[in-house]
Every structure is written in C-alpha cells, then in structure tokens.
Nanobody, 130 residues
C-alpha cells in the first residue's frame, strides 16, 4: 500500500530554517519523480521542488521563488525525501505536500502538472511569522 507522510512543519520566524521530511512506504523512490508542493490560503497548489531520476543520476528543479534557499534531497536508503528550507520568508507560509509520480520525468517540466502526481501526503503546515 502506497503511503506518504510529511513531517517537520512548524511556526518559525523570518530568516529561520526548517527541514521537512517525506517518508515513503509501499513503493520505491528509485526511478520515480518526487516533488514538494505547497498551497497557501486562497492560492492554488504550486510546485516548490522536484527530484527525478535513477539512484545514480538525479535531477532537481526549483521554483524561482525558492531557488538558492530550498534544497530537495533523498536519504541513502531511498525512502525519505527532505526539503531543507533556509532564509524562510512570510510568503513561504503554506501547507507543504509531498507527492510522487511513478516514473522518471526528465527534463523536469516547470511548472509541474499536479495531475502527473498520483500519490500525495496529507501535508504539513509551515508558518513563517514574527
């Protein structure tokens, strides 16, 4: 059974860092595309960071608004994906979702199509406020 669980969200001040985790079970992240998305109140869900490829070659792509501040990575066991978020801004406030597409999607399309991701977690809230 496919299961995706996000964790690591919270309330932080501007300029702080957070690391989100996406624990996957029931499938392998190898030869898949995994992405972090976010949805702020009143806004559409948007792509934040995407990783796709094989265990030996993984490609990443980021939204322009987070480029240089956020980093997507995967653990050596290939079961957990992380989103390291640095220099957080109030506009980063949103529910962050992890999602998986069951095949490699390279070159990575931007913006990513949400309907290409069939498995989603329930999300974790990130609030950036002073």
């Amino acid at each position: 059974q496919v299961r995706i669980v996000e964790s690591g969200g919270g309330l932080v001040q501007p300029g702080a860092s957070l690391r989100l985790s996406c624990a996957a079970s029931g499938f392998t992240l190898d030869y898949s595309t995994i992405g972090w998305f976010r949805q702020a109140p009143g806004k559409k869900r948007e792509g934040v960071a995407i990783m796709s490829g094989s265990p030996t070659t993984r490609y990443t792509k980021y939204a322009g608004s987070v480029e240089g501040r956020f980093t997507i990575s995967i653990d050596n066991a290939g079961n957990t994906v992380y989103l390291q978020m640095n220099s957080l801004k109030p506009e980063d406030t949103a529910i962050y979702y992890c999602a998986r597409s069951g095949r490699i999607r390279v070159p990575i399309r931007w913006p990513p199509r949400l309907d290409e991701y069939g498995d989603w977690g329930l999300g974790t809230q990130v609030t950036v406020s002073s």
